[in-house]
């Protein structure tokens, strides 16, 4: 109703003039009569799925902030959990060093954790640790640490169930890797720049590949496989779950990461094992 509540960033004619933030704003004001004007002022020089992706949310004070802060709790859970794992295995791997599998997998996990820490669920536990963070950091920080995670996920496996063609594959993902750094590195931030999402299309046939592998070691019943069964289960479902919601089929409720995090457990669970 004419009354500014707040802003992040700042709107510009041109990228020089733009200041690009992520936009998670939360503000309460009072309202009576029968119609409220809302106005919303958004540039996008940098993004090219900026701008309002989100719908805007209207509700009492109490009900908003309890979303947010929910989102802020599963975040901060899972990258706990995740840091407290790769914590776990990389120590592991200093006590004997020949468990290699112990190395990937503390990798993978301390690069999931900082992906998501930086704002997969949403919301950005590392704008609350560093307020000050660059939108560029923050972005790289988003992108960069998911892919580069999936070679050493490759590796991971090809360590516990060997296979003759597996160390091609890992230089494949490896090499895939490689160049998005190098990409992201020497161009200007875009977090959905063509190009860096061909590098997350070839990342996430890392799933199938993976999923291939694992049915293939489960039918021949190798050692240790029918425990990763209920992580690939849950991941397999809820990645269809996800796809539902993505097309707007019907509403779902995003439990990816969620999955992710049982994904990561059942692996950690099998390296357990098999070092006991």
């Given amino acids: 109703n004419g009354r500014p509540l707040g802003q992040t960033g700042a709107v510009g004619i041109d990228p020089q003039s733009e200041a690009p933030r992520d936009h998670l704003l939360l503000r309460s004001f009072d309202h009576s009569g029968d119609s409220l004007s809302l106005v919303v002022q958004v540039s996008n ?76 669920t949403r919301v950005s536990l590392l704008e609350i640790v560093l307020p000050g963070l660059p939108w560029r950091a923050g972005i790289d920080l988003t992108i960069v640490p998911m892919i580069v995670s999936i070679p050493f996920l490759v590796m991971l496996y090809q360590a516990l169930f060997p296979w003759k063609h597996g160390r091609a594959v890992q230089r494949f993902y490896g090499v895939a890797a490689a160049l998005l750094m190098m990409y992201v590195a020497l161009t200007p931030p875009n977090a959905y720049d063509p190009v860096v999402m061909i590098f997350v299309g070839v990342a996430l046939t890392a799933f199938p590949y993976l999923f291939y592998r694992f049915m293939l070691d489960l039918a021949r019943k190798r050692d240790g496989a029918g425990i990763l069964a209920p992580g690939y289960l849950m991941l397999a479902m809820v990645l269809v779950m996800d796809l539902f919601l993505e097309f707007h089929l019907f509403e779902t409720v995003r439990l990816v990461p969620l999955a992710m995090f049982f994904f990561v457990l059942s692996y950690s669970f099998l390296i357990g094992v098999r070092y006991a």
């Avoid at 979303?67 to 709790?73: L, P």
């Avoid at 959990?81 to 200093?94: C, K, N, P, R």
């Avoid at 990937?104 to 690069?111: M, P, S």
């Fill in 45 to 120: 020089h940098h993004n090219m799925q900026g701008g309002l992706n989100d719908p805007i949310l209207l509700g009492s004070e109490t009900a908003l902030q309890r979303k947010v802060r929910q989102g802020y709790i599963v975040t901060a859970f899972l990258c706990g959990g995740l840091f407290i794992m790769a914590v776990i295995h990389l120590l592991l791997f200093l006590l004997r060093r020949t468990e290699i599998a112990n190395l990937y997998f503390g990798l993978y996990c301390l690069l999931q954790s900082m992906g998501r820490m930086a704002g997969d």
